[in-house]
């Protein structure tokens, strides 16, 4: 390791988002003095490789945190509940990727190309937003800076790494098991703490998380509060239905947005898109380019494209924003709060 940079700990170092976060912060070249990797007792004892060096993985308790300056969170949002405040005790700054604080007013909940400065309101924990929900704040703060935004309706069509490893697993178990025509019961359903189990391969289901009361499930409602939260307009509108396609990785959005200025054309917002901060335009309909998951995969931007006028409505635009749902979705922005932390001289 440097002898110069920051105490860094990953809590959850041997998940799938974890894993991801280590790799991110190698990349980047974030500044570590020290990496200090944390995972349940399970995971204890075994050992990653980080610039060439071996770190043990340790079991994570409230003394783990002791000299960390920052804590990145990504093993469910019980153990952000159980140690966040531990590591906070002791001095370190929590960047969570959990939904575990998100809607909590004392919590900054960031997406640096949006409400980096919110950064400067944290108490010790910061709130990396949901997946689906980054992406599409990304595509659309430009347009809400340059034309005002009004209402937004979005549908989504997500990968199975957004319920984890074992889904991916059984995916591929279920896919191999329908070409080769062989009889399978499906063991899981990549929706959180439902006892039904259904088809993921070749399939669509339309259940992200459990429903709640007024008919939408919560990953749904993660979008709406967390984008009016993030974007500080409690007052916009929002609705969104959230669907598991069978794709490995990568997250798409179909995204229905209305804006407050008239006489705003297609190619208005394209260039406006075209040099936003973190966002990729692929919108040229005669050369079939478009976003596609397949190509976002590995990749930190955010891919916008089919930008198209609402039939109906003068300041109705449609547009598809594709993202890694692991990178920009988790990994990366959490490492990007980091980098803003120190940018902006909020960790020392």
Known sequence: MATTGFHVAVVGATGAVG??????LEERNFPIRKLTLLSSSRSAGTVQKFRNEEVVVKEAKPESFENVDIALFSAGGNISKLFAPEAVKRGAIVIDNTSAYRMDPEVPLVVPEVNEEDLKLHNGIIANPNCSTIQM?????PIRQAFGLKKVIVSTYQAVSGAGAAAIEELKNQTRSIIENEGFKPKILPVKGDEKHYQIAFNAVPQIDKFVE???????MKMINETKKIMHMPDLKVAATCVRLPVETGHSESVYLEIEKEGIDVESIRTLLS???????????????????????GKNDVFV????????EDKGFHMWVVSDNLLKGAAWNSVQIAESLVKLELVK
Request: hydrophobic letters at 35%; a negative charge.
């Open 214 to 220: 007024n008919g939408y499930t919560f990953e749904e």
């Open 305 to 312: 494209g089919r930008i198209r006028k609402d039939l109906d």
């Open 275 to 297: 040099s936003a901060d973190g966002i990729v335009l692929q919108d040229n309909p005669k050369e079939q380019l478009y976003p596609m998951p397949a190509h976002a995969v």
């Open 137 to 141: 704040v990304v595509a659309l703060e």
């Open 19 to 24: 894993q991801q976060m280590i790799r991110t």
